[in-house]
């Protein structure tokens, strides 16, 4: 009986999860693929900017490296999510039911 009970109050936690993110508007998969396009955008200015001082347009530096690292970050974070990811979702295959 206390397992149906538990069972339950987790249902009821994920209905008020659920009715949180409906009114917040934006989704886990929205919010992912405007992360994506965001890290798109950062190593998409980075190569612009070694173009630019490859021909010579750009002649600082620091700003070409600091693009480098923010696309580098960027990049780097979404393998970690994604890595984390496929571990949540392999953990819940591993599940019995």
Request: no cysteine.
């Amino acid at each position: 009986m206390s397992t149906i009970k538990a069972i339950q109050g987790q249902t009821q936690q994920l209905d008020a999860l659920k009715k949180d993110v409906e009114k917040s508007g934006t989704s886990f998969q929205d919010t992912l693929k405007s992360s994506i396009n965001d890290v798109n955008n950062l190593i998409q200015d980075a190569n612009s900017m070694v173009g630019k001082m490859a021909s010579g347009d750009i002649e600082d530096v620091h700003q070409v490296m600091i693009a480098l690292e923010k696309a580098n970050i960027g990049l780097e974070l979404a393998v970690e999510v994604r890595n984390k990811l496929l571990e949540s979702y392999r953990e819940f295959m591993r599940m019995q039911i």
